[in-house]
């Protein structure tokens, strides 16, 4: 079945050390992928997608996601954290199933260690 | 400024009330959508809409209702045969064009909790 998976609950990271935000997705055809953040009691923030072209996408904030058709992968990476980067991440893509929506993976919290 | 202006930002509900969430955006996108958020879970759809006059089901459509009587409005009606409303509510626009579902822009939320 189609779906967007966020194989990690939480993720942990030390200030300055680089991070990764796993996404994985099962989607027929070619898929149009996307990552969201969210703080406390807010709204979603976009961040970047992945539409065509360059397997590696650079976004809002330094962050950027690689594109990996062969591990069906959309991982989001940021070369070196921030403590003001602790939020929660959302990946999320078009499924192709004629339904011109998006759908969510689970979410995962990111903390970055002062 | 543009954006998507959601309202109340607090709202508490009795059981067996129905609440309508109201969503508008100054952005003239054609789609809108509603999400609801619960923790552990994700965001999951309720209803859409791509054009005005017409909306369709998302995954957990029950015990919801919408309208889209003008392009900048998409109100969600939380009805008394929804089991479980207390969540926090989401909308959201996009552009609606090209091949695929574009960029979605989202308003700040709705945190509904039934008493």
């Known amino acids: 079945a189609q779906s967007v998976a966020q194989p990690e609950d939480q993720v942990n990271v030390a200030e300055g050390n680089p991070l990764t935000v796993k996404c994985t997705y099962s989607?027929?055809?070619?898929?149009?992928l996307f990552w969201y953040v969210q703080y406390p009691n807010r709204g979603l923030q976009f961040l970047l997608k992945y539409i065509t072209g360059d397997n590696l996408v650079k976004g809002s904030y330094g962050f950027e996601a690689e594109f990996n058709k062969s591990q069906t992968s959309f991982h989001l990476k940021k070369p070196s954290a921030l403590v003001s980067d602790s939020a929660l991440y959302f990946c999320a893509a078009d499924l192709n199933t004629g339904r011109r929506a998006l759908t969510f993976g689970s979410g995962t919290r990111l903390q970055v260690q002062p | 400024d543009g954006g998507i202006t959601q309202s109340p930002k607090y709202l508490f509900r009795k059981e067996g009330q129905n609440v309508t969430l109201s969503c508008e955006q100054n952005?003239?996108?054609?789609?809108m959508y509603w999400y609801r958020q619960d923790p552990g879970q994700g965001l999951r759809l309720i209803y859409y809409?791509?054009?005005?006059?017409?909306?369709q089901k998302g995954d957990i459509a029950e015990g919801y209702s919408v309208s889209r009587e003008k392009k900048e409005s998409f109100p969600l009606t939380v009805t008394s045969a929804q089991k479980n409303p207390t969540a926090f509510y989401l909308c959201?626009?996009?552009?609606?064009?090209?091949?695929?579902?574009?960029?979605?822009?989202f308003g700040e939320g709705s945190r509904l909790t039934v008493l």
């Open positions: 809409s791509q054009i005005v006059n017409d909306f």
């Open positions: 989607v027929s055809g070619n898929p149009y």
């Open positions: 952005l003239n996108h054609d789609a």
């Open positions: 959201a626009s996009s552009a609606g064009q090209g091949a695929g579902t574009g960029e979605l822009f």
